[in-house]
């Protein structure tokens, strides 16, 4: 079975809101009556296909971003204060994949990767901005996801999977703030669900089980190794 390739694109414009134009945030911030709307250009191309008992589905991306909203500080601002001003134009581009397999009736497994490239030119800067340093902040590269899926018994499933990225860059939160690299991370997780009736289901399960240290913003360590469980009902 074959599913035709789709080639969406898109023209979006993202308005600043009231509080990005005007509030002063407890003496934080300045105002910026003049900001304009940050606009992206998108198109994506998808294919989708099977392979009998494998399915593959597959994505290139690509993002052009103009009047990047992005909040700086001024020349003369004090330290930790800041304005929110049209910066300049960024491209994101990138590729997507995913693919599940059905091994046995009871048993499957799966998997996805993406990539992700973005590049920022400081373009519309007001006269006396200082722009030290910057960079983006938040996404990795590299993201993958692995799991399986297994129904050993009636009504019980075994969920474990791995969650792996690549590092990212985050800043530190001084005056003149520092960007760094966070480090990549691989969580190992694991749920266990059990059908008890046909409406109602209880589960149990690990996340991070063999407990890494690992961050995403600075100065905010991600949990290490946790356990929950859950119950639900269906009406």
Same mark, same amino acid.
């Given at each position: 079975?074959?599913?035709?390739?789709?080639?969406?694109?898109?023209?979006?414009?993202?308005?600043?809101?009231?509080? $990005?134009?005007?509030?002063?945030?407890f003496g934080t911030a300045a105002s910026n009556p003049a900001?304009?709307?940050?606009?992206?250009?998108?198109?994506?191309?998808g294919v989708s296909r099977n392979f009998g008992a494998l399915n593959i589905e597959?994505?290139?991306?690509?993002?052009?971003?103009?009047?990047?909203?992005?909040?700086?500080?001024?020349?003369?601002?004090?330290?930790?204060?800041?304005?929110?001003?049209?910066?300049?134009?960024?491209?994101?581009?990138?590729?997507?994949?995913?693919?599940?397999?059905?091994?046995?009736?009871?048993?499957?497994?799966?998997?996805?990767?993406?990539?992700?490239?973005?590049?920022?030119?400081?373009?519309?800067?007001?006269?006396?901005?200082?722009?030290?340093?910057?960079?983006?902040?938040?996404?990795?590269?590299?993201?993958?996801?692995?799991?399986?899926?297994?129904?050993?018994?009636?009504?019980?499933?075994?969920?474990?999977?791995?969650?792996?990225?690549? =590092?990212?860059?985050?800043?530190?939160?001084?005056?003149?703030?520092?960007?760094?690299?966070?480090?990549?991370?691989?969580?190992?997780?694991?749920?266990? =669900?059990?059908?008890?009736?046909?409406?109602? $289901?209880?589960?149990?399960?690990?996340?991070?089980?063999?407990? =890494?240290?690992?961050?995403?913003?600075?100065?905010?360590?991600?949990?290490?190794?946790?356990? *929950?469980?859950?119950?639900?009902?269906? *009406?």
């Open positions: 079975m074959k599913t035709p390739a789709s080639t969406p694109a898109s023209r979006r414009a993202r308005f600043p809101t009231i509080f $990005e134009r005007f509030s002063t945030q900001l304009k709307a940050e606009r992206a250009t998108n198109y994506e191309l597959g994505a290139l991306f690509y993002s052009d971003i103009q009047d990047a909203i992005v909040s700086v500080r001024p020349a003369g601002f004090p330290a930790n204060s800041s304005q929110r001003q049209n910066l300049g134009d960024a491209e994101y581009y990138g590729a997507e994949i995913a693919l599940t397999a059905r091994l046995a009736p009871s048993f499957s497994i799966g998997a996805n990767y993406t990539y992700i490239h973005r590049d920022f030119e400081v373009t519309g800067a007001a006269p006396g901005t200082v722009v030290p340093v910057f960079a983006l902040t938040g996404v990795p590269a590299h993201k993958a996801f692995l799991y399986a899926e297994w129904k050993p018994l009636a009504g019980l499933r075994v969920l474990p999977s791995i969650d792996i990225a690549s =590092d990212r860059t985050t800043s530190t939160t001084a005056a003149t703030p520092v960007y760094y690299r966070t480090g990549s991370y691989v969580q190992a997780n694991l749920r266990i =669900d059990y059908a008890v009736t046909e409406t109602i $289901e209880i589960g149990l399960g690990a996340r991070n089980l063999f407990d =890494d240290y690992y961050i995403l913003t600075d100065g905010f360590p991600e949990p290490g190794r946790s356990f *929950f469980l859950s119950a639900r009902a269906k *009406f």
